[in-house]
Every structure is written in C-alpha cells, then in structure tokens.
C-alpha cells in the first residue's frame, strides 16, 4: 500500500465506518480500529512518521493535528459538521 492508497481507505473508513475512528481533541490523538493484521502493517510502514504515533493491538494511534493536515479531512462525530466540512462550512 502506497501513501495514496492510505489516504484513500482512510477517507473511504471514515465515510462509510465511522464508527471505527475514536477522535481524542484533547489529547491530539486519532485512533482507528482495523481488524485485520496486514491492514493494520501497511498502515505502520506507509503513513508518515511525523502523522503516525503507535499502533495498539487492533489499533492505529495518529496524531490528530497531523492528520487532518495528511488526510485533508476534519474528524468530527457531529453528522451537521461532517455533512458540511466538504463544503468548507464547518
């Protein structure tokens, strides 16, 4: 998996699976549920070091800031926000 094969199954979690994604403001931390070990491998070796900052049994641990920055995405759990971010609204 290359940078931009990263940044599209991040975008395509996030659109579909929320759910998975738990978003720590407060600490500056995104941490993203992936099941599956080779998944989880990919994203340790191909996500930058400056975005990445551990991975725990089923997840992967990324500065928040950072990300956001990487992915082009806002990380929200409100639907208005995450309705409205593509349209530089929220």
Excluded: C
Aim: glycine share 4%; net charge positive; charged share 35%.
């Amino acid at each position: 998996m290359n940078g931009r094969k990263v940044k599209d199954k991040v975008r395509a979690q996030w659109e579909f699976k929320p759910g998975s994604f738990r978003v720590d403001r407060a600490a500056n931390l995104l941490i993203m549920t992936i099941n599956d070990q080779r998944d989880r491998n990919d994203f340790r070796k191909d996500v930058p070091s400056h975005v990445y900052s551990d991975t725990r049994e089923d997840k992967i641990i990324m500065w928040l800031d950072e990300a956001e920055e990487y992915l082009g995405l806002h990380f929200s759990h409100s639907p208005l926000k995450r309705f409205l971010a593509p349209f530089g609204i929220a």
